[in-house]
């Protein structure tokens, strides 16, 4: 037997054929893990105090006055910087059809605004966000208009991209955004 497939010579990262391999891999993610959470502690220590928004400024932060919105409060953190608060505390920010549409509208106001040069995005309340307010966005998806199953499907995939673009309008704008979040962040990416 040479060097051929399925020999011990052709893989030589096969940790089954060498002694130890197990216990260094598992050393390497336990260092790894420990290294990460040193790294965000001493990141967290430095950042913090940057993103305090009481830190930013003796004033409080002023209303932005061309954005008026129902589930988002935006405000004037700083100079050239704008806070974008989730605004529905007492749904835990729970995202529904007009949070969808609003951060669209939001965010494309803030990539046009020349004044601005960093957002920074965090929730009111005790949480960032709960996800998809669910007592709301059932009936959306239920009551999905076609004909037939394909239209159906169709204007559901429709109605999905719709709100997928409150999150795509996010990774396009052009200034950095920051998401700062204090307590828990529910949901799934």
Request: aromatic residues 6%; contains cysteine.
């Amino acid at each position: 037997g040479g060097a051929g497939r399925g020999s011990a010579a052709a893989r030589p990262h096969s940790s089954a054929r060498e002694p130890g391999a197990r216990e260094a891999s598992m050393a390497a993610a336990v260092a790894g893990s420990v290294l990460r959470g040193l790294l965000r502690r001493q990141l967290s220590a430095q950042i913090q105090p940057l993103l305090s928004f009481r830190a930013m400024s003796s004033a409080p932060e002023q209303p932005h006055a061309s954005h008026s919105y129902e589930t988002l409060k935006v405000s004037q953190a700083r100079e050239k910087v704008l806070h974008v608060e989730l605004n529905r505390p007492d749904k835990r920010n729970a995202m529904n059809a007009v949070f969808w549409r609003e951060m669209v509208q939001c965010f494309n106001k803030i990539t046009q605004d020349s004044e601005c040069r960093a957002v920074v995005v965090s929730g009111a309340g005790k949480l960032f966000t709960a996800g998809i307010d669910l007592m709301e966005m059932s009936s959306v998806f239920v009551m999905v208009e076609g004909d037939d199953m394909a239209r159906k499907a169709w204007n559901l995939r429709k109605k999905i991209r719709e709100y997928q673009e409150s999150f795509t309008v996010l990774q396009r704008c052009p200034k950095p955004v920051i998401a700062l979040s204090m307590e828990a962040a529910l949901g799934e990416v």
